[in-house]
């Protein structure tokens, strides 16, 4: 038995195992003294998920022989509203990294308050081992082991790393089919044949930039000529190198799973996407220097946007990161201990619980319109995403402002507080 009063860790996770689970649980330490003392008794909800299902998938391989892959589907907290969190599909997907994105996906869809809770799912798999047709009946089987999950008012998934909107296309066709009826609800980050939001693309990137720039504002630190340094060339990374060349800054580098480039003239986006798109790799792309993998995180730049994997700015290379602001386009790229040095160093972070809320916010875009079945401009869901992540920011800035905190902890704490302002009003069943 564990009482509020006497939190220990559940039996599934390894206390050796200083996982993802576990910076989130330390973030949520940090923070829980934070709060108002009348939430106390419910912190320990957020400290374990609701419920975890771990599904095997077994799928026929295109040469007749059989692979069963691990799969996961992970509600952390639903006080709120419906569990909301992508699908992951990476070889390093792990039950305690799920429950760690999951955590981060409920505090992140308090802090820019949409009426969800916290989710995620994955399998533990190498995508670019598989053909497309093997990729597809993965998706498939993959759904119908999570389906008593998922649905369009119990959870909703979205794509994460290496899954996108036709994976979503799968998964809200299997879903439809075993319900008898089209549910385009059930997922979003959909193609716009299938009830797909306008936005919904660039929304994560788009919503790092914002904060950047407001970020940048609070500085007095102009983006109109400032260096940028991306990890991650995938759907986050792309769109927000993007964005910050079309308001005039310059990506002098950029990192992916092929590649580190580095050109302090500023890499040219549109023609590394496109040699990207053809030869599936950033290896030998033109106008850029390759430069060691190492060697990313002292590039002197003004801005750094980590926007792959979890860890990459760690107590072994936070101490010669150059930029000035970091803004979390991946969820948990920073460890606490990274965290500590950059603070010692004035370095600037704008969490991903705030950072990379834009696509979290412009999926309730598309779940509105969906359940409405009526669809926004583009300039029109912009514009609100655009409203939504500045004021996100402006209220985070003020409360770190005022009681002197990092806007990490700023953002937990009015996460966690409408997390467990819900939580305390429903009282406990039965
Ligand atoms: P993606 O699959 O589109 O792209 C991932 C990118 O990371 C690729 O360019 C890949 O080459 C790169 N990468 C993978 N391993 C790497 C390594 N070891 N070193 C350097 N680069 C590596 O994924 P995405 O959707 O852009 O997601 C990236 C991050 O952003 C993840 O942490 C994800 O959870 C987070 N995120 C995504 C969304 C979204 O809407 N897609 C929303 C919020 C947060």
């Given at each position: 038995m564990?009482t509020?009063s006497?939190?220990?860790?559940?039996?599934?996770?390894?206390?050796e195992?200083?996982g993802?689970w576990?910076?989130y649980?330390h973030?949520?330490d940090?923070v829980?003294?934070l709060?108002?003392k009348?939430?106390?008794?419910?912190?320990e909800?957020?400290?374990r998920?609701?419920r975890?299902?771990?599904?095997?998938?077994p799928?026929?391989l295109?040469?007749g022989?059989t692979?069963h892959?691990?799969?996961y589907?992970v509600?952390h907290?639903?006080?709120?509203g419906?569990?909301?969190?992508?699908?992951?599909?990476?070889?390093?997907?792990?039950?305690s990294e799920?429950?760690?994105l999951?955590?981060?996906m409920?505090?992140k869809?308090a802090?820019?308050n949409?009426?969800?809770?916290?989710?995620?799912g994955?399998i533990r798999v190498d995508p670019?081992?598989?053909?497309?047709?093997?990729?597809?009946?993965?998706t498939?089987?993959?759904?119908s082991?999570?389906?008593t999950m998922?649905?369009?008012?119990k959870d909703i998934?979205?794509?994460?790393?290496?899954?996108?909107?036709?994976?979503m296309a799968?998964?809200?066709?299997?879903?439809?089919?075993?319900?008898?009826?089209?549910?385009t609800?059930?997922?979003?980050?959909?193609?716009?044949a299938l009830g797909?939001?306008?936005?919904?693309?660039?929304a994560?990137?788009?919503?790092v930039?914002?904060t950047?720039?407001e970020?940048?504002k609070k500085?007095?630190?102009p983006?109109a000529?400032a260096?940028v340094?991306?990890?991650g060339?995938g759907?986050v990374?792309?769109?927000s190198?993007?964005m910050?060349?079309e308001?005039?800054?310059k990506?002098?580098?950029i990192q992916?799973?092929s590649a580190?480039?580095?050109?302090p003239?500023g890499l040219?986006i549109?023609?590394l996407?496109a040699y990207h798109?053809?030869?599936?790799?950033l290896v030998g792309?033109?106008?850029a220097?390759?430069?060691?993998?190492?060697d990313?995180?002292?590039?002197?730049c003004?801005?750094l946007v980590p926007a792959?994997?979890?860890?990459?700015?760690?107590?072994y290379n936070?101490a010669?990161v150059?930029?000035?602001?970091?803004?979390e386009?991946?969820?948990?790229?920073?460890?606490?201990?990274?965290?500590a040095?950059?603070?010692?160093?004035d370095i600037l972070v704008?969490p991903?619980?705030?950072?990379?809320?834009g696509g979290?916010t412009?999926?309730y875009?598309?779940?509105?319109?969906?359940f409405s079945s009526?669809?926004?401009s583009e300039e029109e869901i912009?514009q609100r995403?655009?409203?939504?992540?500045a004021?996100?920011?402006?209220?985070?800035?003020?409360l770190?402002?005022?009681r002197k905190l990092?806007?990490?902890t700023a953002?937990?704490?009015?996460?966690?507080?409408r997390v467990?302002?819900?939580?305390?009003v429903r009282?406990?069943y039965?």
């Amino acid at each position: 038995m564990t009482t509020s009063s006497s939190p220990h860790l559940p039996s599934y996770i390894s206390a050796e195992n200083v996982g993802p689970w576990h910076i989130y649980l330390h973030q949520v330490d940090q923070v829980a003294p934070l709060l108002d003392k009348s939430l106390w008794p419910w912190v320990e909800t957020l400290r374990r998920p609701k419920r975890a299902l771990i599904v095997d998938v077994p799928i026929r391989l295109d040469n007749g022989e059989t692979a069963h892959f691990e799969g996961y589907r992970v509600h952390h907290n639903t006080s709120r509203g419906p569990g909301k969190g992508g699908i992951r599909y990476h070889q390093d997907v792990t039950l305690s990294e799920v429950m760690a994105l999951a955590g981060w996906m409920t505090i992140k869809n308090a802090v820019v308050n949409v009426p969800f809770g916290g989710a995620k799912g994955g399998i533990r798999v190498d995508p670019r081992q598989l053909s497309l047709s093997e990729l597809e009946r993965l998706t498939r089987r993959y759904t119908s082991e999570i389906g008593t999950m998922i649905g369009p008012d119990k959870d909703i998934p979205a794509p994460d790393m290496n899954t996108n909107a036709q994976v979503m296309a799968w998964m809200m066709d299997t879903y439809s089919m075993g319900e008898g009826r089209t549910v385009t609800g059930v997922v979003t980050g959909k193609p716009l044949a299938l009830g797909g939001s306008l936005g919904r693309q660039d929304a994560t990137g788009r919503g790092v930039f914002v904060t950047a720039r407001e970020a940048a504002k609070k500085l007095g630190l102009p983006i109109a000529g400032a260096r940028v340094a991306v990890q991650g060339f995938g759907n986050v990374g792309e769109a927000s190198a993007r964005m910050f060349v079309e308001a005039g800054a310059k990506i002098v580098a950029i990192q992916d799973v092929s590649a580190t480039l580095y050109n302090p003239a500023g890499l040219d986006i549109k023609a590394l996407k496109a040699y990207h798109a053809a030869e599936r790799t950033l290896v030998g792309a033109p106008g850029a220097e390759s430069i060691a993998p190492q060697d990313f995180w002292t590039v002197p730049c003004e801005f750094l946007v980590p926007a792959a994997l979890e860890s990459q700015i760690n107590q072994y290379n936070a101490a010669g990161v150059q930029a000035r602001i970091i803004v979390e386009g991946a969820n948990g790229p920073t460890t606490p201990e990274a965290e500590a040095i950059l603070a010692e160093r004035d370095i600037l972070v704008v969490p991903d619980v705030l950072a990379n809320a834009g696509g979290v916010t412009v999926s309730y875009f598309e779940w509105v319109q969906d359940f409405s079945s009526f669809f926004w401009s583009e300039e029109e869901i912009n514009q609100r995403l655009e409203r939504i992540m500045a004021e996100a920011f402006g209220a985070i800035w003020q409360l770190a402002d005022d009681r002197k905190l990092s806007l990490r902890t700023a953002a937990f704490v009015i996460g966690c507080s409408r997390v467990l302002e819900a939580r305390l009003v429903r009282g406990l069943y039965p």
